[in-house]
Structures are given as C-alpha cells and as structure tokens.
C-alpha cells in the first residue's frame, strides 16, 4: 500500500501549496502584478516564528497570527508607498520593482541570517499517527489544516466581506467598481496586504515541515507560479485545487523517478500546462 502513503503525502503537502500560492493569485489576478517578492516574504515569515519559538517560546502556531497582522501592514505600506504609483504602467515594470525589491529583502536576509540553513524543531514533538498502513506526521497534518483553514479565510473574506465584494468587483473591472464609489487605490493596498499576510503567515507552517534559508525563497516563489497555472488564476478554489495536483504529482514523481527530479516533473507539467491548457483546470479564460 505504498501508493497510499504517497498520495497521502501529496494531499498535505498540497494543503501547505495552495496556501503559499493563494496570495501570489490574490495579487497577480486583482492587481495585474507579479509580486516577485512573494517567496522572500514566505521566507521571512518562517524566520519569525523560528526566532519567536527559539527565544521566546512564542509557539508556531500562535506566530501565524502575530506574522499575519505584521505582514498585511507590510503589504499595505508597500503597495501604498511604492507599487500604487505605478500600477498602471506595464506589467514588466512592476515586475522590475518586485523583483529589486525581493533583492533587497533577500539580501537583507543573507547578511542577518546568513545562508545556512535551521530547522524549527518542536519540543515536545508531536509525533505521528497510525491510520492502517498510512504513517501521517502530526506536525504536517495540522499544518496542512491551518493551511487550509487560511485559504478558507481569504475565500470568506473575498465572497461574504464588503471589502472582498469590493476586490472582487476591482478585479472584474476598476473603472466601473470606480464609478461605484470604489477608492480602487484603497482596494489595492488592501489586496497587496491580504497578499503578503498569506505568503507570511504560511511561513511558521513551512519552518515546522522544511529547512529555512533565504535560499528557498525562488523555490517557494516557483511553486507558487506552477500552483496558478496549474489550477488557473482567478479564484481561491483553482488554487486549492493546483496545489493538490502539484502535491500528489512531486509526491509520486519522488517515488517513481527519486526526490531529485520531483521539481523537474512539477516544471515540465507546468510546461504541458501553458502549451495545451493555459487557463488551468478552473481558470476563466480572458481572464486578466
């Protein structure tokens, strides 16, 4: 019953993708921007909770909300100060600034954290369960479910918030939601925010599972990337449903040709993706 235990693997570990990709869809499918930052910001999350735990004792799972609040002000200062002023010029231009920025960020990182890698390790660990022949990791199990648990929540607040009926409606078309009464500037720096509260939140949850370094960032930033042509951009449930293909495809990619070419699988699917089916599984096609 190998193939169980794999594809049990691949359903939490595709949990903790669609968590990681659900802002990086917020942003690119509202805002028109590629938030190149993305995966920096994944990064520096991780390394607050491990910092909260290892000096303070602060839990993992109690960081995600302080990360959570810290980055959305994050997120809105940066959008207000910097990308609102150019958000209506080409989309390689704000990818540039992104892109600068996520140097500075990255950097910033390997000159105060350095390189190598740490592992946040629980003390007591949680351990892990029996179901049958399948061996789940407790640690990874709650992860995943706090995982999900966000992308439910950015879904609640986009379908039943007024702001997220806002979002929505900026996304579909500014200059009507303008006409409307719709402070579209507002909109955006609240959605750049969502943005990066998910990619800093999903933070804490990574460092219990993976190594932290600023050198994972591209990584993080390329999952996200594949999760959204995977399942389409456009809507939380399309990430959800990306991150678990991508889970089961690098779980059992691992297993047929070695944990070194899971990635290379995931990129070349990525590839079939954007020849054959662009939109992704649920994606809208013309979105934009």
């Known amino acids: 019953?190998?193939?169980?235990?794999?594809?049990?693997?691949?359903?939490?570990?595709?949990?903790?993708?669609?968590?990681?990709?659900?802002?990086?869809?917020?942003?690119?499918?509202?805002?028109n921007v590629i938030n190149i930052l993305h995966g920096s910001m994944i990064v520096l999350g991780a390394y607050i909770a491990f910092f909260a735990y290892?000096?303070?004792?602060?839990?993992?799972?109690a960081s995600i909300v302080i990360v959570g609040v810290l980055f959305f002000g994050i997120g809105y200062l940066i959008q207000a100060s910097m990308i609102n002023r150019m958000i209506a010029a080409p989309v390689l231009l704000t990818l540039t600034?992104?892109?600068?920025?996520?140097?500075?960020?990255?950097?910033a990182m390997l000159v105060a954290f350095t390189a190598d890698f740490r592992q946040l390790v629980l003390d007591p660990p949680l351990g892990v369960m029996t179901l049958g022949p399948v061996v789940v990791p407790v640690d990874r199990l709650v992860a995943m479910a706090l995982a999900l648990a966000l992308t439910g929540f950015l879904y609640l607040v986009?379908?039943?918030?007024?702001?997220?009926?806002?979002?929505?409606?900026?996304r579909m078309d500014r200059w009507a939601a303008a006409l409307m009464g719709v402070d579209v500037r507002r909109i955006?720096?609240?959605t750049f925010g969502l943005g990066t509260l998910m990619a800093g939140a999903s933070g804490p949850l990574l460092a219990m599972i993976f190594p932290i370094s600023p050198l994972t960032a591209p990584a993080y930033l390329g999952k996200a990337f594949v999760v959204c042509v995977l399942g389409g951009l456009g809507s939380v449930p399309a990430v959800i449903v990306g991150g678990i293909v991508l889970g089961i495809v690098e779980s059992f990619a691992a297993l047929w040709f070695g944990p070194e070419h899971a990635i290379t699988v995931s990129f070349a699917l990525l590839i079939l993706f954007l020849i054959?089916?662009?939109?992704?599984l649920l994606g809208k096609k013309g979105f934009e």
């Open 276 to 280: 054959f089916r662009p939109t992704g």
């Open 158 to 170: 986009l379908s039943r918030s007024r702001v997220g009926r806002a979002i929505v409606a900026v």
């Open 188 to 190: 955006y720096a609240i």
């Open 54 to 61: 290892t000096l303070w004792g602060i839990h993992p799972f």
């Open 97 to 107: 600034l992104t892109f600068g920025l996520d140097l500075m960020l990255n950097n």
């Open 1 to 31: 019953m190998l193939w169980l235990q794999v594809l049990t693997n691949g359903l939490m570990l595709g949990g903790l993708y669609a968590c990681i990709a659900a802002g990086f869809s917020l942003v690119w499918g509202v805002l």
